[in-house]
């Protein structure tokens, strides 16, 4: 039987999919599709890394490694959920979670001094930060706006806030001495196994850091953020904000990028409090307690102190604050700044809903103002620079007569690796950090002092071919310009221009619009042709394809979530994410204070079509096909009748849209022609379904408006959780009619 591998993730998604997945199994089991679960959340990995400690019932086999395996066969369809990218802080939450719990879990160690703890440590930093999508994406991506949801967006367009022309909103970002302008890279000439060797200044013999495989073909980075000129950016920026009056923010990606942003942040905090780390830095350190897990870390953990020094801690923090520029808040009512959690504040989310809503972000004074947004690497930071000149310029977007920017993603096989992984390091001493080839000789080269982070990334020959194939496809068949966003200036995309330019010439372009031009000048065109109504495909690095494919939904839609975005496989299978948009983590406290989820998940109703259709095209299943065509008009139907969820209790949530995602689809599958018996069997279904449409609702609605208990934050209890998304016992029995 065919397979749909339908991943169990985090948060927001997890709980729709107690509510959504058993409707596509009904559904898919007309087709002859069987619909299983992955456990790829992350409880699941934490579990997985410890099966000697746990017991039979408890133990999970290692769903990530098996989905990793068989995203590299023809036979794979995979329908991937978003999933949390744990940052040290989740981790240990969700650690202690599963330990209260029963699970023998060891605690995380923060300075591993023996055998035993390093190990523990290593397992742990194997499920951190991006550490399902580099698995997963044994493919590129193709990530666009559904022509529904885009005709959707003209016709019922989202809030924009109003730009100024005299806007103190701006972007700051390193001239010097980052990651963009240290970077070194390389395309090696054959296999070989590359060596990351420290040799520190004071003498003594080089110590390998790290020790990887590269192909013939493959282009290495090496590259590194100086702490020095860090420090004295940050400083320079937080006086800076001070003397405009506009908020301090800071842009950082704490989750995917595991090793390197938790440290910029921790730089963040220091700099922002440095009276606080000058008087108690060593009381701090010794309670465990770091500027890397952000302000709110310490703060939850001054009880780890004596009285005395809490006190002291707490009021130089207060001082510092009060005497600082304007903080933007996370939430300003529990007082959450935007220094509290490393991972409150992502980059590729915070920047565009800050440019959405006319470039402002809130103040402790429960208001917006105008920001200065620190992204301290200069890599990409002029992308959101560009915009906002715009912007500044000519006013906010308008949803109504605004084109579109779909993506064309260079991320297979880890391509573009973030260099957070297992090659990234931070120096404890000044030095020299080189990386040589198996014959001793230096590839590259970089001094370093103490504090630096160093980092290294791979990106193969294979994964580069399909994407240029996979951009000029995608050109050929929207007949829309493609830019590929590189900057001729920067090592890194210099070697890619050569193999984009080689490998473009083994395609037929004529009559297409094809261009490489830097991330700063493809942005402003795009921006200039989206204002007249104009698309314009960009085809980017994984980074890039991280920032792109939230910032021009959430202004073209309003939300990066609704986005289909396929995967295609090199090997042949399929690979369906479901939008971008994060995993809500906000939609779940409502949940368990009202009972209301107020999660879209429109970006799993076109992904799931997506994977039917696949099965159609790969296997010849028809009844696949048929599924596919009468959801995508199940969802226009849904769009046009307003069926998503409401943000206020006691109106319809996630469940009632999935109850009329059903409606609609079984409709028109009754209506179908191309398919006499699957339209014959479901008729009684669509009936029965729009006969108990009130009784239906009403029961979907009553539930509403009182605290919930899931048993569970990161790894709830299914039981609970079943009966909490599922409460329609006139749906649940219709439903089960399909099986």
């Known amino acids: 039987m065919a397979k749909i591998m339908y991943t169990r993730t985090d948060e927001a998604p997890l709980l729709a999919t107690y509510s959504l997945k058993p409707i596509v199994e009904a559904f898919a089991r007309t087709a002859g599709v069987e619909v299983e679960t992955r456990d790829i959340s992350l409880a699941g990995r934490i579990i997985a890394q410890f099966p000697e400690r746990l017991t039979d019932a408890q133990r999970l086999d290692d769903a990530l490694k098996e989905l990793g395996d068989l995203a590299k066969t023809p036979g794979a369809n995979i329908i991937k959920l ?8 989740q981790l240990k939450a969700a650690v202690a979670e599963l330990q209260s719990q029963g699970y023998d ?9 023996t055998d035993e703890e390093r190990d523990v440590r290593t397992r742990y930093d194997a499920v951190k930060g991006s550490a399902v999508n580099p698995v997963l994406r044994e493919g590129n991506s193709d990530r666009r706006a559904p022509k529904a949801i885009k005709q959707y967006a003209k016709k019922y367009p989202h809030s924009m806030g109003d730009w100024a022309n005299d806007s103190k909103t701006s972007v700051a970002t390193m001239s010097s001495d980052d990651f ?45 953020m100086n702490a020095a000129a860090l420090d004295a950016f940050l400083k320079e920026q937080i006086a800076a904000a001070k003397e405009s009056g506009v908020l301090f923010s800071v842009h950082l990606k704490a989750t ?19 009276e606080v780390f000058a008087t108690y830095g060593e009381q701090l350190s010794a309670a465990g307690l770091s500027a890397d897990d952000g302000l709110g870390a310490i703060l939850s953990g001054l009880d780890a102190l004596d009285g005395d020094t809490a006190a ?60 200065l947004a620190v992204i301290p690497d200069s890599s990409y930071a002029g992308v959101f620079q560009a915009v906002i000149e715009d912007c500044r310029a000519n006013g906010a977007f308008d949803p109504t007569t605004m084109g579109s920017v779909p993506n064309v993603g260079l991320m297979a096989q880890k391509a573009e690796e973030y260099g957070s992984h297992d090659k990234t390091f931070v120096l404890d001493a000044d030095g020299t950090v080189e990386i040589v080839n198996g014959a001793g000789e230096v590839v590259m080269s970089h001094d370093v002092s103490a504090g630096d982070i160093w980092r290294a990334c791979q990106t193969k020959d294979i994964p580069i071919r399909d994407w240029v194939r996979l951009a000029v496809e995608r050109a050929r068949l929207s007949d829309t310009p493609a830019v590929f966003w590189l900057d001729e200036n920067r090592a890194h995309d210099a070697n890619l221009i050569a193999k984009v330019e080689e490998y473009l010439a083994d395609h037929d372009t004529d009559g297409l619009d094809i261009r490489i031009m830097s991330p700063i000048e493809a942005t402003k065109l795009s921006v200039e042709r989206i204002r007249r109504g ?19 939904p959430i202004l073209e839609l309003g939300t990066s979530a609704k986005m289909l975005s396929v995967v295609p496989l090199i090997a042949g299978g399929g690979l369906f994410e479901t939008g971008a948009g994060g995993s809500a983590p906000k939609h779940v406290q409502q949940l368990v204070e009202e009972n209301h989820l107020r999660w879209d998940s429109m970006g799993e109703f076109f992904a799931i079509a997506e994977s039917f259709r696949h099965f159609q095209h790969k296997e ?17 139907t849904f769009l046009e009748e307003n069926k998503s969820p409401s943000r206020k209790v006691n109106e319809i949530d996630n469940r009632g849209s999935h109850f009329y995602l059903t409606l609609f689809w079984a409709e028109e599958l009754a209506k179908q022609t191309d398919d006499q018996p699957l339209a014959d069997a479901i008729a009684p279904i669509a009936t029965a379904l729009r006969e108990n449409e009130d009784a239906i609702a009403r029961e979907l609605l009553t539930v509403q408006g009182s605290e919930v208990d899931l048993g569970g934050y990161y790894n709830p209890s299914n039981e609970k959780s079943d009966a909490v998304m599922r409460p329609s016992k006139t749906l649940n029995e219709i439903i089960d009619q399909l099986a």
């Open 620 to 636: 010849g299943n028809d009844r696949a096909g048929v599924l596919a065509a009468t959801l995508d008009d199940a969802t226009a």
């Open 534 to 552: 104009e698309d314009t495909i960009s085809v980017t690095g994984n980074v890039l394809r991280d920032y792109n494919t939230d910032l021009f």
């Open 312 to 371: 002291g801690v707490k009021a130089a923090i207060d001082k510092g604050i009060e005497e600082g520029p304007a903080l933007a808040m996370v939430d300003s009512s529990k007082g959450i700044t935007n220094l509290h959690v490393p991972s409150d504040v992502i980059v590729d989310a915070s920047m565009p809903a800050m440019i959405r809503v006319g470039g402002k972000m809130w103040g402790a004074d429960d208001d917006t103002h105008d920001t």
């Open 256 to 274: 995917m990028m595991k090793v390197s942003d938790p440290v910029l942040f921790g730089y963040v905090v220091r700099a922002f409090l440095p």
């Open 105 to 113: 879990l060891p605690d995380y160690p923060e300075d591993p001094q």
């Open 82 to 89: 978003p999933n949390i990218s744990a940052s040290v802080p």
């Open 180 to 224: 963009a302008s240290n970077e070194k890279s390389v395309v090696s000439p054959a296999e070989d196994t590359f060596t990351v060797r420290f040799t520190p200044a004071a003498g003594g013999e080089a110590r390998e850091l790290k020790s990887f495989p590269v192909l013939a073909g493959e282009v290495v980075d090496g590259t590194f």
